[in-house]
């Protein structure tokens, strides 16, 4: 009896499995997916397949030496509306550019979860990915770029997430689109290793939480991250480098760590706005036209070991008040234009390092000042206007200031920045 009944079981859970499909050039695409069922695998060769494809059943669709999937400028190419789909190798290209409908190379409608597109080459479409209400998606490894020869507010977004929760988007290359990243009420994602430039923003988040950056490339676009209207997120050895605004924008942020950065070579390396119980803490800040740009009440926040060197402007600050940053000795920051002197050798500075003092708003106006910035006459106006208060300003006081910077190869990012190659 148990041989029969194993016999049956085997029969019922064989008939089953997933078939493998065989899609040829001249097949109609759209009409081997509809044949298909749950869980089957299509495999399509090598050629061009046009019309506007939707997969509304668990399948993967599966590339041979890349086909091209072409949406004749109309519509979403491929539009997925059943969880657990996975795309992979294909070529996925020529959407409509209807921004009221959000045409988009692919479309991942809301509860396509788990989807997962990887090792693909998206190219003219308005929006690359439009993810929406879909959790736990994937994006690994593709190739993104927009209408290039669009003005750059006509674009879509590389990828859009909105409404999701734990995305993974990984080590993607997204270029010449509006913005290569658009975040909005996205929460517990990880963005990891992707490369974005020539676009408006690199990263731009809206209201998300939970969050994790790290490791990405922004460069030559008007900013590389803004994280605005969010909290609790870790930004971590990101390099944001030669954007014409900002490397990275802090606005309305709340309970984050951003951590071992470098932002060099960008028209402001921070920009911090509105921001509190922050911690900023090994980042390499350097080449900046401005540093960091401080202002709207950002305050209560750590800001520590941090290396703010040749920025020609190193920190333009707005506030009522000091603002203290460092900490106790050997928690300070490196400051490049430091004054003061280590009489004990200890590494830190003796004096504490302000910013916004009278020298450092003179050297703002003439440039040329710097060349005295060592003379005894510059270090004695800034000595006299620490004396009398009423030629000071509110100021970022770091009361105890590194003499020596921690990134020790921070030479390698020193003029390595073309803001003229930014955007497109």
């Known amino acids: 009896m148990k041989p029969i009944l194993g016999l049956l079981l085997v029969l019922v859970f064989g008939s089953a499995e997933a078939a493998t499909l065989r899609v040829r050039p001249g097949d109609a695409l759209q009409q081997a997916i509809n044949r298909a069922t749950a869980g089957d695998v299509l495999e399509i060769e090598r050629g061009r397949y046009e019309g506007n494809f939707v997969v509304d059943k668990p399948l993967t669709l599966r590339g041979i030496e890349r086909p091209t999937l072409s949406g004749g400028n109309r519509g979403d190419t491929l539009r997925i509306t059943a969880p657990d789909v996975v795309i992979e190798g294909l070529i996925v290209r020529e959407s409509g550019d209807s921004l009221k409908d959000q045409n988009a190379g692919i479309y991942i409608r809301p509860g396509a979860h788990r989807a997962v597109v990887r090792r693909c080459d998206l190219s003219y479409n308005l929006f690359g990915l439009w993810i929406e209400k879909a959790d736990d998606v994937r994006i690994e490894g593709n190739t993104i770029t927009g209408k290039r020869d669009y003005q750059s507010s006509q674009r879509g977004n590389g990828v859009q997430l909105y409404n999701t929760r734990g995305a993974r988007i990984l080590d993607n290359r997204i270029s010449f689109v509006r913005d290569a990243l658009y975040v909005d009420v996205s929460h517990h994602a990880v963005f990891r290793g992707n490369q974005l430039h020539h676009s408006r923003y690199g990263t731009h988040y809206m209201n998300s939480y939970y969050n994790l950056w790290e490791d990405n490339d922004s460069h030559h676009n008007r900013g590389g991250l803004a994280l605005m209207e969010v909290r609790d997120q870790i930004v971590r050895n990101n390099r944001t480098w030669a954007n014409t605004d900002h490397g990275i924008m802090l606005r309305t942020l709340q309970d984050s760590v951003v951590e071992g950065n470098v932002v060099a070579g960008n028209g402001r390396g921070f920009f911090i706005y509105d921001v509190e119980y922050a911690t900023l803490r090994g980042n390499l800040v350097l080449d900046n036209r401005v540093g960091v740009h401080l202002s709207a009440g950002s305050t209560r926040n750590v800001v520590q070991g941090n290396d703010f060197i040749g920025n020609r402007e190193q920190l333009r600050y707005v506030g009522a008040r000091?603002?203290?940053?460092?900490?106790?000795?050997?928690?300070?920051?490196?400051?490049?234009?430091?004054?003061?002197?280590?009489?004990?050798?200890?590494?830190?500075?003796?004096?504490?390092?302000?910013?916004?003092?009278?020298?450092?708003?003179?050297?703002?106006?003439?440039?040329?000042?710097?060349?005295?910035?060592?003379?005894?006459?510059?270090?004695?106006?800034?000595?006299?206007?620490?004396?009398?208060?009423?030629?000071?300003?509110?100021?970022?006081?770091?009361?105890?200031?590194?003499?020596?910077?921690?990134?020790?190869?921070?030479?390698?990012?020193?003029?390595?920045?073309?803001?003229?190659?930014?955007?497109?």
């Open 322 to 424: 000091d603002e203290a940053w460092g900490g106790a000795p050997g928690q300070g920051n490196h400051w490049s234009n430091y004054l003061g002197w280590d009489r004990n050798g200890d590494g830190v500075g003796d004096l504490p390092y302000e910013a916004n003092d009278i020298v450092d708003r003179l050297s703002w106006r003439h440039p040329g000042l710097q060349l005295l910035l060592a003379s005894p006459a510059v270090q004695a106006l800034r000595l006299v206007g620490r004396q009398f208060p009423v030629l000071r300003v509110p100021s970022v006081v770091d009361a105890h200031p590194r003499m020596r910077p921690t990134h020790k190869n921070w030479s390698a990012w020193r003029e390595q920045h073309d803001l003229s190659a930014s955007q497109d």
